[in-house]
T-cell receptor
Framework: ETGVTQTPRHLVMGMTNKKSLKCEQH?????MYWYKQSAKKPLELMFV???????ENNSVPSRFSPECPNSSHLFLHLHTLQPEDSALYLC?????????????FGPGTRLLVL | QKEVEQNSGPLSVPEGAIASLNCTYS??????FFWYRQYSGKSPELIMF????GDKEDGRFTAQLNKASQYVSLLIRDSQPSDSATYLC????????????FGQGTILTVHP
């Protein structure tokens, strides 16, 4: 499989559940990102990892916990979410986290919190 | 003031016309500018990027950058119904090194 893949594609969870989103990139990139896309709002950057180290944490609530075990994989662990966390969660990757690098997006996980 | 502003539209143009999409940004130190296209229910895909003032052409698409006016635009020539999508302007650099900041997107509809 090529590009950036994400699983699951859809997820419904209760506020007391714990779940994880997975992202994998097959592009040989060194930087990976989590974005949140809510209805009628711009894409919001959540986390940036470069060579498995977190370089940006964009004031995200602690109920979202990222993990980057290697440069090809990125996880977003979810616990005690709120209904307003329902959104499309997009993973992206780039060669590095330098400003000029193009980011390539995965298909996203559509999350519904009940 | 929003960091990256776009007219949300919808912008409606007839098939074969030129569609003009505009974007302004607030961080004067921004260095890299990207246009992404997002079809409904899909993830964003890169259309073009531009770093230097002036025009950059790629097929039917032309990106225009004016750093003095903090303005970037995307022109789509010979618009097709398949171009109907939301176009996202994204800006990187300046005070947010490595961070890509997106506008809200402009909905474009190309009608036959």
């Amino acid at each position: 499989e090529t590009g950036v893949t994400q699983t699951p594609r859809h997820l419904v969870m209760g506020m007391t559940n714990k779940k994880s989103l997975k992202c994998e990139q097959h592009l040989g990139h060194n930087a990976m990102y989590w974005y949140k896309q809510s209805a009628k709002k711009p894409l919001e950057l959540m986390f940036v990892y470069s060579l498995e180290e977190r370089v940006e944490n964009n004031s995200v609530p602690s109920r979202f916990s990222p993990e980057c075990p290697n440069s090809s994989h990125l996880f977003l662990h979810l616990h005690t979410l709120q209904p307003e966390d329902s959104a499309l969660y997009l993973c992206a990757s780039s060669r590095s986290h330098r400003v000029e690098e193009t980011q390539y997006f995965g298909p996203g996980t559509r999350l519904l919190v009940l | 003031q929003k960091e990256v502003e776009q007219n949300s539209g919808p912008l409606s143009v007839p098939e074969g016309a030129i569609a003009s999409l505009n974007c302004t940004y607030s961080d004067r130190g921004s260095q890299s500018f990207f246009w992404y296209r997002q079809y409904s229910g899909k993830s964003p895909e890169l259309i073009m990027f531009i770093y230097s003032n002036g025009d950059k052409e790629d097929g039917r698409f032309t990106a225009q950058l004016n750093k003095a006016s903090q303005y970037v635009s995307l022109l789509i020539r010979d618009s097709q119904p398949s171009d109907s999508a939301t176009y996202l302007c994204a800006v990187s650099g300046g005070t947010s090194y490595g961070k890509l900041t997106f506008g809200q997107g402009t909905i474009l509809t190309v009608h036959p």
